[in-house]
């Protein structure tokens, strides 16, 4: 497939992309912003706006060695990929193998050596995750956030709003970054609740953020805050483990992006224009995207997931 390539940057801290009327929300190629209260979903903003989606169930998601993770290995943040990963691809629908979209994201054992995300629309692409280490880099460089734990950027057709590319980074200087065990994480000598400790600059269990970030990476938006619960909700806590955990409402969300039947049993995970996982590479897929003819255009939409600066949120369960 060849495409130009457009940057749509929507990364501020207070946007939601989302379907309407609906607690769970869908990311959307157009610029509909949800409200500041988040009370609603945004809705797509033109007709010719469209629901961010994958049009095959199987895909593959690889860690950069060059900005690789820094307070545990290589192998154990696969793990945690892993683990997150099959929590969404778990997903029941409520009627069985048939109507369940049974994603399967494998997380390649090979790495890659991306710096800087991006689609090569005219080669070889990586979905690669990134770890950065350097608040300067984070906020200067790439442009993010400083209150964000991640960002997803997903790479889609602007014509239809199908995924074809998604990349991961991760702000390592927001907190102490940890795979924290089951039963809270440590802030000093104190075991957090699940539902987070809520001091500033403490505990991020990558396991926590990463099931997030998945949800973006399938399509899926920030949630309204009437779902707390939910684990596609747009903030935080330090110390929080209970985005691990699926709510109802992300279910839900899942189960209405894809129906029954809109993905092929069959499983081919190589991205488009084959894989790549030499980022240095004139057709890396991390290189600053390029431009040529074309029919459609590729452009992104990026999420954030923040920490929240308030009184300290007490999520349930459901």
Request: charged residues 15%; contains cysteine.
């Amino acid at each position: 497939m060849s495409a130009r390539s457009s940057a749509l940057a929507i990364v501020l801290a207070s946007l939601f992309l989302a379907s309407p009327a609906s607690a769970y929300c869908r990311m959307v190629t157009g610029a509909g912003v949800q409200p500041s209260d988040g009370s609603v979903c945004a809705p797509l903003a033109t007709a010719n706006d469209h629901y961010l989606f994958w049009t095959h169930r199987c895909t593959e998601l690889s860690i950069s060695s060059a900005m690789p993770p820094h307070f545990i290995t290589i192998a154990q943040a696969q793990d945690v990929f892993r683990t997150a990963a099959a929590t969404w691809g778990a997903v029941d629908c409520g009627s069985g193998l048939d109507l369940s979209p049974r994603f399967s994201i494998d997380i390649l054992m090979d790495t890659n050596s991306c710096t800087r995300s991006g689609h090569n629309s005219r080669g070889h692409n990586v979905s690669s995750v990134m770890f950065v280490n350097d608040e300067r880099d984070w906020v200067d460089t790439r442009g993010w956030s400083g209150i964000a734990f991640a960002v997803t950027l997903a790479w889609h057709l602007e014509s239809t709003g199908e995924i074809v590319d998604v990349d991961m980074e991760i702000n390592e200087a927001r907190g102490q970054w940890a795979i924290c065990d089951a039963g809270g994480c440590m802030d000093g000598t104190t075991t957090c609740p699940l539902s987070g400790c809520g001091r500033e600059g403490g505990p991020v269990d990558l396991q926590n953020v990463i099931t997030h970030e998945l949800g973006h990476y399938l399509g899926m938006g920030h949630t309204t805050n009437d779902h707390p619960e939910a684990t596609m909700l747009a903030t935080a806590q330090f110390g929080e483990l209970t985005m691990r955990d699926l709510a109802n409402d992300d279910i839900d969300g899942l189960c209405s992006a894809y129906a029954p039947g809109s993905l092929a049993d069959s499983c081919d995970p190589t991205p488009v224009g084959g894989l790549s996982l030499d980022c240095q590479s004139h057709d890396c897929g991390c290189g600053v995207p390029g431009s040529g003819p074309s029919s459609d255009r590729t452009g992104w939409v990026g999420l954030v997931l923040t920490g929240a600066l308030l009184a300290v949120r007490r999520r349930r369960r459901s």
